[in-house]
């Protein structure tokens, strides 16, 4: 083990779940003809004069309340000074001194031993835009439609101190915030993103050493291999007795390497100075009273009253991590009082399938009483398993009801005892000297004969019943 540890500290930006931008009405919505959700505000036209977001307040609050934060009844808007082509303003409008929330925390780690990560501050400000490199042109082109766009940065205190304890917190705060509704969360279009702070010091040691930010981490698994290599990276050059410069890094996932990028900036380097043309924004006790009713179950809980009925760790963690679907699951049992045939059938078909298709479970076509018919199928023997993940994509595709679905194209099991039988009677007719060693006491070979009437059947048999009138007959 070495001497130094790792000290970490995490900037996340979490883009809020708004239909509209921060301080004008553009749409705020990625993915469309660039620089089509634009208006002077967004484009930082100089005299246009912006006006705050309400809902991007209420879910600021939101957050902050959830991870217990004193939620500020006065903060102020700053103008924070950098200069870059995506940034059409020259400034970014974001909170200083004091905040909307400040303090609080989040643990990780297991249950009965859990590390407590504290929070420093959550603060609103706009996204800039985004630079478009054509290399065949060799152009680069400004995206303004996520110019404006509303985010709130976490800033957790220098708590972390590994890349394994990075990724846990950052996934867990995720979790969280999705399940809150505060942001949609989709990794792959930056609505949830870091920037890792990393020093090293002697293990134990009260002061910290000199940091690097690795910035724009959009990736759980890249952020702990960011923080892997840099650990090492630091290490390598105070092994040489060589200073660990101050930097703003980049992280290469191809090379799982960082490089630098550029100095790194402190506060006073942007020049911070109250937004003139925004005043103080105000948040009443009757608003946090209004955002509390609106809480819904906390995930803990959630996963608790997953696990008691029956879950498994994995299972009731797969329902949490997609929005929605301990919801989903919830309508479901309504309909079937079978847990965890239907926890299988949400982890196994449904939840991929919502990935692929970029909704959330309730809003598929496949409602929740017919995935608890489809399991009812499944637990009587109508439907065989692979029938039933047979017509899933169909069902998932168009909805409907999954007997309806199963017989139109013949693969609900035959469980009349009488078909049965004479299939159960021609295999044995067929095989007379495996049934004479099932007599002699080679039970094993039953499942032989079940495979049998399964093929004669083409499948619609109902094994179950199968077995036992096979038994019947080889005993006689």
Not at 394 to 399: M, S, T, V
Not at 459 to 465: R, V, Y
Request: hydrophobic share 40%.
């Amino acid at each position: 083990m070495s001497d130094l540890e790792a000290v970490i500290g995490l900037e996340i930006h979490c883009q809020l779940k708004t239909a509209t931008k921060l301080f004008c009405s553009c749409q705020a919505r990625s993915g469309d003809e660039p620089n089509s959700h634009i208006c002077e505000v967004c484009s930082g036209q100089p005299g246009a004069l912006p006006r705050l977001n309400g809902r991007a307040l209420w879910l600021a609050a939101k957050a902050g309340l959830a991870l217990g934060c004193q939620v500020q009844e006065v903060s102020i808007f700053s103008r924070k000074n950098y200069f870059y082509p995506d940034l059409p303003a020259g400034f970014q409008t974001s909170q200083l001194d004091p905040p909307v929330c400040l303090g609080g925390a989040l643990s990780i780690g297991p249950e009965d031993d859990p590390l407590l990560i504290r929070l420093n501050r959550i603060h609103l400000e706009d996204d800039a835009g985004k630079c478009v490199h054509d290399e065949a042109r060799g152009q680069t082109l400004v995206d303004l439609n996520r110019a404006g766009t509303p985010l709130i940065e976490i800033v957790t205190e220098p708590d972390l101190r590994s890349s394994a304890q990075t990724a846990e917190f950052l996934k867990k705060l995720h979790a969280l915030l999705v399940h809150l509704e505060v942001t949609e969360g989709r990794l792959e279009e930056g609505e949830f993103r870091c920037d890792v702070n990393i020093s090293l010091r002697p293990r134990g040691a009260a002061w910290f050493g000199t940091r690097c930010e690795i910035k724009n981490l959009n990736s759980f698994r890249h952020a702990a291999q960011a923080v892997a290599y840099e650990a090492v990276r630091q290490e390598s050059l105070l092994a040489q007795g060589l200073e660990v410069s101050q930097e703003t890094r980049l992280f290469d996932p191809v090379r799982q390497e960082t490089r630098s990028l550029r100095s790194k900036e402190e506060a006073h380097d942007y020049r911070y100075f109250p937004q003139p043309d925004l005043p103080p924004v105000l948040i009443s006790g009757e608003m946090l009273e209004k955002i509390r009713a609106e809480m819904p179950e906390p995930p803990e809980k959630v996963k608790a009253r997953l696990k008691g009925l029956g879950l498994t760790d994995e299972q009731a963690e797969r329902l949490l991590d997609r929005r929605r679907a301990a919801e989903y699951f919830d309508a479901a049992r309504l309909a079937l009082e079978e847990p965890k045939r239907l926890a299988t059938l949400m982890v196994e078909l449904l939840l991929p399938a919502c990935q692929r298709a970029g909704l959330d479970p309730p809003d598929c076509r496949l409602a929740p009483r017919d995935l608890a018919a489809l399991a009812r199928l499944m637990a009587d023997n109508t439907l065989s398993r692979r029938a039933a993940y047979e017509i899933f994509p169909e069902l998932f595709e168009k909805g409907g009801d999954p007997a309806a679905v199963a017989a139109a194209r013949g693969l609900l099991q035959v469980s009349d005892s009488g078909a049965i039988e004479a299939l159960a009677a021609e295999a044995i007719a067929a095989h007379p000297e495996e049934a004479e060693k099932y007599r002699q006491g080679q039970e094993k070979i039953l499942s032989f004969f079940v495979g049998q009437v399964m093929k004669k059947s083409r499948g619609a048999a109902n094994p179950k019943l199968a077995g036992e009138v096979l038994a019947g007959l080889l005993n006689q």
